[in-house]
């Protein structure tokens, strides 16, 4: 069985656990506090980041990689398209949220308001809090935007693309950092994605010292 070490709320290790899920690919789950950069951790990964998963006789690191890897070993049922252009389309949006708004949003408002305290860093950076609440506005503003003219974020079927931007809004609906009411485009497609089986795992997870919002389970919330 694969072994996937990971954080609950890590928008990068949930885009994993979704696709294995999709995949229907039974995976143990091993919670792993990276930040205490415990020795046998960092031989498994020197860079010391989660999601590291175990699978076919490897270990493996860095969640665009382990989805590729994980589409090409376990073709169906297909998180990819198959034309270049279309692929190229899903590349764009899984980088786009785990980048930029990652960095905009995810890194401003979870990390902040999470990691801090489970890391025992201090307080949330008050002047980062805003920047996220701002930032996630465009982003949602931009999502209901592609939602308008696709069926889903990437074109007409579900991709790799859904699953990037579903894991970090997840992780941030459990802290009660998105606007719903915002658009009714994304609110609705939001839905449709974590009505899927293999989000029920991520909706599940409960976080110590963090208890789910009365919402987060809900399919028709």
Known sequence: MAKLYHVPL??????????????KI????VEERYWEENPDFLRRNPAGKVPILKI????????AA???YLEEKYPEPSLMPKSADARYEVRRLVSWFDDKFHHEVTSKLLYERVNKKVMKQGFPDSTNVKAGAKAIKYH???MAWLLDHRRWLAGDVMTLADFAAAAHLSSLDYIRDVD????????DWYAKIKSRPAFRGILADQVPGFPQPPHYADLDF
């Open 56 to 63: 076919d006789g490897k270990t493996m690191a860095e969640s």
């Open 26 to 29: 039974e995976c143990e789950l």
């Open 180 to 187: 719903w009411n915002r658009s009714d485009t994304v609110k």
């Open 10 to 23: 890590s928008p990068f290790c949930r885009k994993v656990r979704l696709s294995l899920a999709e995949k």
């Open 66 to 68: 382990i989805c590729e």
């Open 140 to 142: 949602l503003d931009y």
